[in-house]
């Protein structure tokens, strides 16, 4: 059974720091892109960031290029989350996602993703 466990979030005053992490299990990890999306509530659940299967490749949402960056590690079966300059906004649950398709352009919404972690929460506080 796939299993997607996020750890790492928490509460961080406006302009601090958090890394997330995703670990996966039962997945052939290095065949999947990943994503962090979040929801934040009453709102829907957007794409944050994604990573292609080699990480050469990533895309971001506008409100977070320059702050945000996405990572991966195939052989820890981990992909990561680097948030900076946290801002009171970026107030949400995090959860990370595999899909199986290479191209990101395919990989924007969530009906796009076959699993799914159970999200962590982030909470900036101004």
């Known amino acids: 059974q796939v299993q997607l466990v996020e750890s790492g979030g928490g509460l961080v005053q406006a302009g601090g720091s958090l890394r997330l992490s995703c670990a996966a299990s039962a997945l052939t990890f290095s065949s999947y892109t990943m994503g962090w999306f979040r929801q934040a509530p009453g709102e829907e659940r957007n794409l944050v960031a994604a990573?292609?299967?080699?990480?050469?490749?990533?895309d971001y949402t506008d409100s977070v290029k320059g702050r945000f960056t996405i990572s991966r590690d195939n052989a820890k079966l981990t992909v990561y989350l680097q948030m900076n300059s946290l801002k009171p906004e970026d107030t949400a649950v995090y959860y990370c996602?595999?899909?199986?398709?290479?191209?990101?352009?395919?990989?924007?919404?969530?009906?796009?993703?076959?699993?799914w972690g159970q999200g962590t929460q982030v909470t900036v506080s101004s």
């Open positions: 990573i292609n299967w080699s990480g050469s490749t990533t």
């Open positions: 996602a595999a899909a199986p398709y290479s191209d990101l352009r395919r990989v924007r919404t969530v009906k796009d993703y076959q699993y």
